[in-house]
């Protein structure tokens, strides 16, 4: 959840459910010092809501709280990466839609995120396992042009086209980034659903990274603004 201010006393909150996905909601008179609903309503907290339909928002009745990582979520890069994880999926996800394994993963994340002494490693994974489960996901076994395996060799990312190119499809006048053939094990790596109970400990090649963002920005349409926080990017 996250929240912005509405009038004197009221939040609207932007949650995202396991029942209906992403939805904006009212917390009446959260804002005022002796609210019941007093630091449940934090940025990153997984809460219990009971909720009636309004006119236009819903409003929230209660709030129990199940899980409330802001303590560990204040510290700066902690919070850069969290925003970012919060902003990809606010930006991916259209409001009303369950997506069951997204709630998963961005449960999992912001508290990996929370517990993280290196939060932004943990970037390329997640953005890679939202855009597979988006249907958005880079195909890393063939060229995206052509659809032959990729071999050996270097490979070309071709953000535009979704993927990576092998060398036939190249077109040498483009300054695609390269990437050797270590940077696609790591990605298929990056890429790979957790097996069982167990976060996959697979760190990024800078060059697999950065293709990350690059397949993230070309989705999105622009750079996520939470990790301009970071450094990252020049935004
Ligand atoms: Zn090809």
Same mark, same amino acid.
């Given at each position: 959840?996250?929240?912005?201010?509405?009038?004197? #006393?009221?939040?609207?909150?932007? $949650?995202?459910?396991?029942?209906?996905?992403k939805l904006d909601a009212?917390?009446?008179?959260?804002?005022?010092?002796?609210?019941?609903?007093?630091?449940?309503?934090?940025?990153? +907290?997984?809460? &219990?809501?009971?909720?009636?339909?309004?006119?236009?928002?819903?409003?929230?009745?209660?709030?129990?709280? =199940?899980?409330?990582?802001?303590?560990?979520?204040?510290?700066?890069?902690?919070?850069?990466?969290?925003?970012?994880?919060?902003?990809?999926?606010?930006?991916?996800?259209?409001?009303?839609?369950?997506?069951?394994?997204?709630?998963? @993963?961005?449960?999992? %994340?912001?508290?990996?995120?929370?517990?993280? &002494? +290196?939060?932004?490693? $943990?970037?390329?994974?997640?953005?890679?396992? =939202?855009?597979?489960? =988006?249907?958005?996901?880079?195909?890393?076994?063939?060229?995206?042009?052509?659809?032959?395996? =990729?071999?050996?060799?270097?490979?070309? $990312?071709?953000?535009?086209?979704?993927?990576?190119? &092998?060398?036939?499809?190249?077109?040498?006048?483009?300054? @695609?980034?390269?990437?050797? /053939?270590?940077?696609?094990? +790591?990605?298929? %790596?990056?890429?790979?659903?957790?097996?069982?109970?167990?976060? %996959?400990?697979?760190?990024?090649?800078?060059?697999?990274?950065?293709?990350?963002?690059?397949?993230?920005?070309?989705?999105?349409?622009?750079?996520?603004?939470? $990790? #301009? #926080?970071?450094?990252?990017?020049? /935004?």
């Amino acid at each position: 959840m996250r929240g912005r201010p509405l009038g004197e #006393a009221d939040r609207i909150l932007t $949650l995202f459910t396991r029942e209906r996905g992403k939805l904006d909601a009212v917390a009446k008179g959260v804002r005022r010092t002796r609210s019941h609903f007093a630091g449940r309503l934090e940025f990153g +907290n997984e809460c &219990d809501f009971v909720m009636h339909r309004g006119r236009s928002l819903d409003v929230v009745v209660s709030a129990e709280t =199940l899980r409330a990582p802001w303590a560990q979520l204040v510290e700066p890069e902690r919070y850069a990466v969290a925003s970012a994880v919060a902003e990809l999926i606010d930006a991916f996800c259209e409001p009303d839609w369950a997506l069951l394994d997204v709630y998963g @993963l961005l449960v999992g %994340a912001i508290a990996a995120v929370a517990a993280a &002494d +290196n939060p932004q490693a $943990l970037l390329p994974r997640f953005e890679l396992r =939202l855009l597979a489960m =988006l249907g958005l996901a880079p195909p890393l076994e063939t060229c995206v042009q052509c659809g032959s395996p =990729l071999g050996a060799g270097a490979t070309w $990312l071709d953000a535009a086209a979704g993927g990576l190119l &092998d060398d036939r499809c190249r077109e040498r006048w483009r300054d @695609l980034p390269e990437l050797s /053939a270590d940077d696609v094990a +790591n990605l298929r %790596a990056l890429a790979a659903p957790k097996e069982g109970g167990e976060p %996959a400990a697979v760190r990024a090649t800078p060059r697999a990274a950065a293709a990350v963002e690059e397949l993230v920005a070309h989705h999105l349409g622009r750079r996520p603004k939470a $990790l #301009a #926080a970071l450094g990252v990017f020049g /935004a």
